[in-house]
């Protein structure tokens, strides 16, 4: 069993930064691809980034591309995700999740994750 915890998390001004963390607990992750999800108020859960169990591959939502990057330490058992320019369409409990190791084309597909934290809130104000 996988125990995943994110963190950083808060309120921030549009044009703003975060860097969210997600630490890994119960074993280690560096076999697991590992993916961001993030769900607003009244909508959908939605893909954000995912990332290969090497760092070598990322993927991104085309709504945070060239804004987020997604990076891991295996050694600290950790995935992170950096939040420059930050809009209030970002505004979402954002999730971290980890899967077996999978196609790079799947990594949006929420199904193909096995293990969920709890989330952290982001709120970017106007």
């Known amino acids: 069993q996988v125990q995943l915890l994110e963190s950083g998390g808060g309120l921030v001004q549009a044009g703003g930064s975060l860097r969210l963390s997600c630490a890994a607990s119960?074993?280690?992750?560096?076999?697991?691809?590992m993916g961001w999800f993030r769900q607003a108020p009244g909508k959908d859960r939605e893909f954000v980034s995912g990332?290969?169990?090497?760092?070598?591959?990322?993927y991104y939502a085309d709504s945070v591309k060239g804004r987020f990057t997604i990076s891991r330490d295996n050694a600290k058992n950790t995935v992170y995700l950096q939040m420059n320019s930050l809009e209030p369409e970002d505004t979402a409990v954002y999730y971290c999740?980890?899967?077996?190791?999978?196609?790079?084309?799947?990594?949006?597909?929420?199904?193909?994750?096995?293990?969920w934290g709890q989330g952290t809130q982001v709120t970017v104000s106007s």
């Open positions: 990332i290969s169990w090497s760092g070598r591959t990322t």
């Open positions: 999740a980890a899967a077996p190791i999978i196609d790079s084309r799947n990594y949006f597909n929420a199904g193909k994750y096995d293990y």
């Open positions: 119960g074993r280690t992750i560096s076999t697991n691809t």
